[in-house]
């Protein structure tokens, strides 16, 4: 089944079936609406907590080859499927390593995903860590604003505003964060009903949301200012919804494989739902938080060889990426190190938080690979994209936030992958003022403390 | 009466200068203040009540609140504590019912004269006006209690605000008379601060939301009109009747809107279903649909008399408020009507009123709601590894213990406080298992715990719903900040940037010396002292909320205790349980948080009387927890809703942090010539724009012009060297403290960046002593970047 010019609304927003989870997600897509004769720009975050092991993670300065590869990023060289996630050839070439970002100075708190994507220091003296300014990807969704301006996903389930909310706003205001995959993925994508019965529903949605529209109208005549500016803001909600819903999905039917049973599947839902939602022209700003700082744990993924270490456990065992990222000494870690002597227990505890990286380095890879796979009318969407692998610590052990693991992938305003490029301890706000400027935001400066941007992104 | 007390812990940063440079500096002014200080912060400031509230409102000092709180965290809290709470070890003494304190005249000429006193670290002048407004602000914020009150005082602003989801489904469950809570799960959840999710100015309306309410309302429209009981009812009448739609609109609305129905509205939405849809079903149907997405259902609209500024609610919009707060959802259609013949027209009424309400079922559930955030019992979720004795539903049956406690202590009115002595409890047989108490013998029924249970007489204390640990962290530092938050509005905040500041201080340190060093370096102890003591305490419960014995306490560095009750003793939770159960702050904390919750915004200083009343009257019922709800709804505030200022239209934020050396002069030890100091200061960055000067040692000083708030220092080396340089900082320029040490640094690179605490400075000096890697003799730097606060 074809799906042209179908607004999205009469295949209903409710629709209680289910929806059919079968074909493989990349045979399925291919984008039939052309995109403007000028390339989209488009921009996919990606968010995973607990930082890495900087030492084990950053390459040498300039290409990244195969013989470069440090053993954190080893697994750009290629590997295998495992669980819900496929294999993957080499990707070196298509991903390029920002050494030594600093992230200090933003946040109060030692786990704040809430200011990862953000280059404005934190609000003198307020109450809770929550950023002053529009995170990365929605600055650029609010340039490029369109009838999906973003999407932000959330596989973590604490609604805390500094663990659950990775894109923001502006000051104080989390986006529209989706948590749940399959209701989002039915939403945007949801098996159409084309009877007249299916259709008349629609119809008379579509007609509720304009009566309460002017409901808004009329009751805004009775409010101070403040007031009003709050029911603008539902008012503004409702029309972006009728954009939604009458937004057409440039796609062949299509489904997608998911659950939202763990993070890992939430967030491989997640990806897909995003990749798709860029290829259907649906949107082209997303952003994935993976999880909140405590939640991810490898329970079910066997991580290195699958031989039992010296205490007994094979690769990370179930212990969460929290616990493996302090290693040794810290009351949150994996205890099973114990009793085994120093030397033996620094080795494996440095091991185990390679493998946790390798891992979230892999989930990157898929997400680059997707890209890079699925095709557009003017190239594919690798060409297209800014993908930006972030976390809210660099040295997860030490929570220390510098040289923080920053990887790029996409050739968006003509950026090169495929290097190692050494920021030499500069500001976030330069990495992500040099992003913004491959957007045509022409900065000479951004963040605060303002930077000039990185000179080489 | 959650506060940021970011200034406290810049001064714990910097007690080494302020105690030890000038040990007895400001002892003589502390000696005299603090003589007369009580140990009890509220009784030393009850009593004082009565003449502080008659000198501030009669102007003897006619300062600024406002102003006052600012010039207070700006130029005081630093020593004496955001809280005014004082620090002993910086001879700052106590602001709460000082010997002064209760004269607000006297206050501000002490402050004129003597602040800040000699030494003083960072000291920053307050005479004029700014004593008279610090002398207020002391004495209202700090020590001004019941008798301040002034029911003509504006409650502080409200925003605008919107069901939650929790108030969306209780709403709808009502309404539709439905027998158990709707799905509401295609809603957005709400963000929640301080584990409350009732916070209006985080609440924002998004598409989601709107396709969530679009989606429930559909369901539950759909559902309703499939079956006839329940339909016939909700609807009034058989709804293929003639006229029943007629009848419906306004008699529905009502209840959804909270408010009678203008006949102009009636008229548009009977129009609006009918040009719809012919069918009589759908008509209804889309009815539903408008009255449960309309903002007239989505937002609690309280305008009374006055939509901007102050007003007083009209009786629908306090049944309405009374609603929301005792029960959590719209009033039905019994409050509306009382309140339509006034029975809320006077404190009595209402009274009465809220009284009824309380025996209502829907309090409880509300009411547990609020035990549940407040405790963060709803935060639990399952560990990986399933501890001993672990069962599907044993979260539900955590919290159901706790609940059900908690529920028994409200709605029998008992001495609230004793929840943290209680020594039965509601357990199922399988949790009474897991903990390994004795099962009830009739299902449902009270266990007593016996008397050499590690959970004797602990209450809620040592249920595993508080016990269990909820997000991973350092346990013995985040159950000791739980404990101080939740039951004594005691919030401890990291100061901005101070994670990377003491970033890889403890590399290498065993856990137990990790608890050591931060128990006695000073940076970290003023916070760590506080909370570790009590944490402590909770040790032997591990991460699942299960005792387990060979946790010793006194394998730890340091000795269990509740630091904020001087004088107490405490070896075991049985201690801290029983020294915590006679803290009135426990009250006031309460009092604070139960507000919070039912008025959807933190207390401000316009709310304090309504807090400060609600706890007394918590203290003078014994302590029941229903006197102090009562008494938060009865409060004169309760009535009048204060909008919000418009919010102007955000700008790009401006940097609160700036390079303040731009463009300053700079003086050099010497300098080659064509590269002079001043071109550190440039902002170029060029190779071709530096100071260079030969042989080491060699010194630039940059004058900022006036003393300024210092965060950070970047230095950019020509050709990335790796020079070896110190920074020193001056207020004077002739007294220099070293604020950075590379004296052995080995970093080459672009530039390197240097953060520490904020520190007032105007002259930075720039120390060259060698190099790294680079064997010539010259010094030369392209650029010095000296980050503050903007001006």
């Not at chain 1, 952003?287 to 490898?298: A, D, L, P, R």
């Not at chain 1, 900065?443 to 000179?455: E, H, I, K, R, V």
Request: overall charge neutral; proline content about 5%; charged content about 20%.
């Amino acid at each position: 089944m074809i799906i042209t010019k179908q607004p999205l609304s009469r295949r209903t927003l409710l629709q209680g079936a289910g929806v059919a989870l079968s074909l493989p997600l990349l045979e399925a897509m291919m984008p039939l609406k052309a995109s403007a004769a000028t390339r989209t720009k488009r921009f996919f975050g990606f968010f995973y907590p607990n930082g890495t092991d900087p030492g084990r993670w950053q390459p040498a300065t300039g290409k990244l080859t195969a013989q470069s590869l440090s053993p954190c990023l080893q697994d750009l060289a290629g590997f295998k499927a495992e669980g819900i996630w496929p294999s993957c050839e080499a990707l070196y070439n298509y991903i390029t390593v920002v050494n030594g970002i600093n992230h200090e100075g933003l946040n109060t708190d030692i786990h704040t995903p809430s200011m990862a994507l953000q280059a404005y220091t934190r609000e003198a003296n307020a109450d809770a860590s929550t950023p002053v300014a529009p995170s990365l990807d929605v600055k650029i969704a609010q340039k490029f604003k369109g009838a999906y301006p973003y999407l932000a996903m959330s596989s973590s389930t604490d609604t805390a505003l500094t663990q659950g909310y990775i894109s923001w706003e502006g000051k104080g205001r989390p986006a529209d964060t989706q948590r749940d995959p399959a209701a989002l993925f039915k939403k945007l994508f949801g098996a159409q009903q084309n009877t007249p019965a299916a259709n008349a529903i629609s119809q008379r949605q579509a007609s509720v949301l304009d009566f309460i529209q002017e409901d808004c109208n009329r009751l805004k005549t009775k409010l101070g200012q403040a007031d009003k500016q709050r029911v603008d803001e539902f008012f503004n909600s409702v029309r972006t919804l009728e954009e939604q819903l009458n937004s057409v999905a440039a796609c062949q039917a299509v489904t997608l494989n998911g659950t939202g049973r763990d993070f890992h599947d939430k967030s491989k839902f997640f990806i897909d739902i995003g990749i798709l939602a860029m290829a259907c022209d649906l949107t082209n700003v997303a952003t994935v938080q993976y999880s909140n700082s405590w939640g991810v744990n490898y329970a079910g993924y066997v991580l290195g060889d699958g031989v039992k270490d010296e205490a007994g456990t094979i690769g990370v065992g179930n212990f969460s990426d929290h616990f493996i990222s302090h290693k040794l000494d810290d009351t949150d870690r994996a205890k099973d190190l114990d009793a085994l002597p120093r030397a033996t227990a620094v080795r494996i505890a440095d091991n185990r938080v390679v493998l946790t990286s390798r891992f979230k380095v892999r989930r990157f890879a898929y997400l680059v690979d997707a890209l890079r796979k699925t095709t557009t009318p003017t190239g594919n969407l690798y060409d297209e994209t800014l993908a930006l692998y972030c976390s809210e610590n660099g040295n997860g052990d030490s929570h220390s936030r510098r040289d923080m693991p920053t990887l790029i992938a996409g050739r968006a305003g003509g950026f090169e992958p495929g290097r190692v490029i050494n920021s030499n301890g500069a500001r976030t706000a330069a990495l992500h003022g040099a992003i913004l400027n491959r957007f045509d935001f022409n900065l000479t400066t951004y963040g605060d403390p303002a930077a000039a941007p990185l000179a080489g992104i | 009466m959650i506060k940021n007390l970011l200034p406290v812990f810049i001064a714990c940063l910097l007690l080494t200068a302020c105690s030890g440079e000038n040990p007895g500096a400001s002892s003589s002014s502390s000696s005299s203040n603090s003589s007369s200080n009580s140990s009890s912060s509220t009784s030393a400031s009850s009593s004082s009540n009565s003449s502080s509230s008659s000198s501030s409102s009669s102007g003897q000092v006619a300062g600024n609140f406002q102003l006052g709180k600012t010039q207070f965290q700006d130029k005081c809290a630093l020593c004496h504590g955001e809280s005014g709470e004082g620090n002993t070890q910086l001879n700052a003494p106590k602001l709460i019912g000082c010997s002064v304190c209760d004269n607000a005249t006297a206050l501000s000429k002490y402050i004129a004269q003597n602040m800040p006193p000699v030494g003083a670290t960072a000291p920053k002048a307050c005479a004029g006006d700014c004593a008279a407004n610090v002398s207020r602000y002391i004495q209202e914020a700090f020590n001004a209690r019941t008798a301040a009150c002034d029911d003509s005082l504006s409650p502080s602003p409200s925003t605008f605000k919107r069901l939650s989801r929790i108030e969306y489904s209780n709403s709808i469950k009502d309404l539709l008379q439905l027998p158990q809570a709707p799905n509401v799960s295609a809603i957005p959840n709400d963000p929640s601060v301080y584990n409350f999710q009732t916070i209006a100015n985080v609440q924002s309306v998004q598409a989601s939301h709107i396709s969530g309410y679009m989606a429930v309302a559909t369901e539950q429209a759909e559902a309703l009109m499939n079956a006839a009981d329940r339909r016939d009812k909700i609807i009034g009448c058989e709804y293929s009747r003639t006229g029943c739609l007629e009848s419906f609109i306004p008699r529905f609305g009502r209840l959804a809107y909270r408010r009678p129905l203008e006949a102009a509205e009636v008229e548009r939405l009977r129009s609006f279903v009918t040009g719809q849809s012919n069918a009589l079903r759908d008509q209804f149907v889309l009815a539903f649909q408008v009255f449960l997405t309309s903002p007239n259902f989505i937002f609690r609209v309280e305008v009374g008399n006055n939509p901007a500024g102050i007003s007083k609610l009209n009786d629908y919009e306090l049944a309405s408020r009374l609603a929301f707060a005792l029960w959590g959802q719209g009033p039905t259609g019994d409050l509306l009507d009382k309140a339509a013949s006034g029975a809320l027209a006077n404190v009595e009424g209402l009274r009465k009123v809220a009284g009824d309400m309380l025996k209502d079922p829907r309090a409880k559930d509300n009411m547990t709601h609020f035990f549940e955030q407040w405790l963060a019992t709803n935060l639990i979720n399952a560990p990986v590894e399933k501890p001993q004795n672990w069962y599907n539903t044993i979260i539900a049956d955590m919290q159901a213990e706790t609940n059900t406690l908690l529920s028994e202590y409200v709605w029998q009115n008992k001495n609230f406080l004793n929840v943290l002595t209680e020594n039965t409890t509601y357990v199922s047989a399988s949790l009474a298992d897991y903990y390994g108490l004795p099962r009830p013998s009739v299902a449902g029924q009270a266990v007593t715990v016996p008397s050499s249970d590690p959970r004797a007489h602990t209450g809620i204390l040592g249920h595993a719903a508080n016990l269990f640990a909820k997000s991973d962290g350092d346990l013995l530092a985040k159950r000791g900040n739980w404990l101080r938050s939740t039951f004594l509005c005691k919030e401890l905040h990291l100061p901005n940037g101070i994670a990377d500041i003491i970033n890889g201080k403890f590399a290498g340190f065993t856990a137990l010396e990790i608890i050591t060093e931060r128990n006695r370096d000073p940076s970290c102890e003023r916070c760590h002292s506080q909370i570790d003591p009590i944490g402590l305490v909770f040790a032997p419960f591990d991460r699942s909320g299960r005792f387990d014995a060979s946790i010793r306490m006194a394998d730890y560095p340091i000795q269990p205790g509740l630091p904020d009750r001087p004088g107490s003793s405490v070896a075991n939770i049985q201690d801290l349980a029983r020294e915590l159960a006679q803290m009135p702050e426990i009250g006031q904390c309460l009092a604070d948080r139960l507000f919070l919750y039912t008025r959807n915004h933190v207390p401000e200083q316009g709310d304090h009387c309504a807090v400060n009343k609600a706890s007394d009257n918590f203290r003078t019922s014994g302590n029941q927890f229903t006197a102090l709800l009562l008494a938060l709804v009865e409060d004169a505030s309760f009535r009048n809703r204060v909008a919000p200022l418009p919010q102007s239209n955000e700008p790009e934020p401006e940097p609160t942090v700036v390079n303040l050396a731009q463009n300053r002069p700079v003086t050099a030890s010497s300098a080659q010539e064509g590269n002079p100091g001043s071109r550190l200061t440039d902002n170029n960055l060029n190779v071709d724009s530096r100071w260079s000067a030969q042989t080491y040692p060699q010194q630039v000083t940059i004058d900022l012009g006036l003393v300024r708030s210092l965060v950070q220092i970047e230095a950019y080396p020509y050709e990335d060297r790796a020079y070896k340089y110190t920074v020193e900082v001056s207020r004077d320029g002739l007294s220099f403290t070293r604020l950075v040490d590379r004296s052995k640094n080995t970093q080459a690179g672009a530039s390197l960046t240097d953060l520490f605490a904020p520190t007032e400075a105007r002259y930075v000096r720039l120390i060259v002593t060698g190099a790294s890697g680079y064997t010539g003799d010259w010094i030369s730097f392209r650029e010095i970047k000296v980050l503050g606060s903007a001006p």
